[in-house]
């Protein structure tokens, strides 16, 4: 049978961008022969507004089942005034969480017409593709004790950062996996020089690459980091990092290339029974209400988060380099939504005329 995917397109702009990467799965399997079984269902405000919360349990159910989730975004102003229990949020935190993804793939990848768009210089960006692998589900965000204490005669405020080794192994494990589907090269950030959490998760890497002796690991504490990502990026092929360090250096390193609306993601977590991992796959940024119903998004980032899905999840490496192409050539075509518009402007196109290009 075909491989499954379960479509949340969500609130905003995100049923748009979606709309564009539907094109794309129905051309793979008209052209490449590579047919999909594309279910579709709401999730966010869209989800709140028919069901009364964010995910419902069926939704939450299917996407347990499916071989991978592609989600658009979720939020917008209307459900501002919303409980928390219930915000649009909760509906993506709680898929995270239920599927247990552990690992999230962040990658900056610089499409060369857009190099001058980057704040640093050409010479450093051009060409840079590089993916960081951030821990999801533990440390610092969630470890206890936490909250905000009495001490004396005043407040403490306490967060935790807490790894046990099990949790390292396996967001380890998965970047020596990406590292051997890419150039073979892992760099490893914490802080090692100061904290007891990166002294055993230095440790436990070290241990988890003897499994992967093609694998160049090396470490890296994570402010130096921060700042060789700055300096010369293209030294790094996969960094791996925990939670707190993960969120920071993948805004850090995504802003190296350029505009929102060109940045993808995934998120992993273990094996199912066929041997693919649970997986959320999603552009990085959100509903963006200002355009939202205008056509002006960029679809690409979610085309690009597809791609992603036809890599690590579908086995299908050159289909998503085929795919990745097209976005390349159409860029360089001068094709641009406004959002990849310079100063000296010119006529943008619109969401669905950038997804038709690429198709093309
Ligand atoms: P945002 O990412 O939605 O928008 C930030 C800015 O970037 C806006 O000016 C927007 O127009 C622009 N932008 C974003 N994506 C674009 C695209 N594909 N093409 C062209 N321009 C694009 O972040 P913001 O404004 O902070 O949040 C808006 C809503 O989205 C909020 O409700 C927020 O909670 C939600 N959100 C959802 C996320 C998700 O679903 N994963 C992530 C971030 C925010
Ligand atoms: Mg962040």
Same mark, same amino acid.
């Given at each position: 049978s075909n491989p499954s995917i379960l479509i949340l397109p969500g609130d905003g702009i995100g049923p748009e961008v979606m709309t564009e990467v539907r094109k794309i799965i129905d051309w793979f399997g008209a052209k490449r022969d590579l047919a999909f079984d594309v279910s579709e269902d709401l999730v966010g405000g869209a989800a709140y507004d028919k069901h009364g919360v964010p995910l419902a349990d069926e939704?939450? &159910?299917?996407?347990? *089942?499916?071989?991978?989730?592609?989600?658009?975004? +979720?939020?917008?102003?209307?459900? %501002?005034?919303? /409980?928390?229990?219930?915000?649009?949020?909760?509906?993506?935190?709680r898929l995270r969480k239920e599927m247990d993804l552990f690992a999230n793939l962040r990658p900056a990848q610089c499409f060369d017409a857009l190099a001058d768009f980057s704040s640093l210089k050409k010479d450093v960006v051009a060409g840079l593709d590089i993916m960081i692998v951030r821990e999801l589900t533990s440390g610092v965000y969630f470890g206890e004790p936490r909250g905000i204490f009495e001490e004396g005669n005043e407040r403490v405020g306490i967060n935790t950062q807490r790894y046990t080794?099990?949790?390292?192994?396996?967001?380890?494990?998965?970047?020596?996996?990406?590292?051997?589907?890419?150039?073979?090269?892992?760099?490893?950030?914490?802080? &090692?020089?100061?904290? *007891?959490?990166g002294i055993?998760?230095?440790?436990? +890497?070290?241990?988890?690459?003897? %499994?992967?002796? /093609?694998?160049?690991?090396?470490?890296?504490?994570?402010?130096?980091?921060?700042?060789?990502?700055?300096?010369?990026?293209?030294?790094?092929?996969?960094?791996?990092?925990?939670?707190?360090?993960?969120?920071?250096?993948?805004?850090?390193?995504?802003?190296?290339?350029?505009?929102?609306?060109?940045?993808?993601s995934a998120s992993l977590g273990a094996p199912m029974e066929n041997g693919r991992p649970k997986a959320l796959y999603e552009p990085v940024h959100g509903s963006a209400p200002d355009i939202a119903g205008q056509g002006k998004a960029n679809p690409i980032a979610c085309i690009l988060s597809f791609a992603m899905a036809l890599r690590y999840s579908f086995d299908q490496g050159a289909e998503a380099d085929r795919l990745e192409a097209a976005v390349q050539t159409v860029l360089a075509d001068g094709v641009r939504t406004a959002d990849l518009m310079g100063p000296e402007g010119g006529v943008p196109v619109s969401t669905a005329e950038m997804g038709d290009k690429i198709v093309a």
């Open positions: 939704t939450m &159910a299917k996407a347990q *089942e499916v071989d991978a989730v592609l989600l658009g975004a +979720v939020g917008g102003p209307k459900y %501002d005034v919303l /409980d928390f229990s219930v915000k649009p949020e909760r509906g993506l935190l080794e099990s949790e390292i192994e396996r967001v380890a494990r998965a970047a020596f996996e990406l590292a051997m589907k890419r150039n073979k090269k892992l760099c490893s950030m914490e802080k &090692a020089n100061v904290m *007891e959490s055993l998760w230095r440790e436990v +890497v070290t241990r988890v690459g003897e %499994d992967y002796p /093609d694998v160049e690991l090396s470490h890296m504490y994570a402010d130096n980091g921060a700042m060789q990502l700055v300096r010369w990026p293209k030294q790094f092929d996969v960094i791996v990092t925990d939670n707190l360090f993960g969120d920071i250096l993948s805004d850090c390193a995504a802003m190296l290339t350029g505009s929102l609306g060109m940045l993808p």
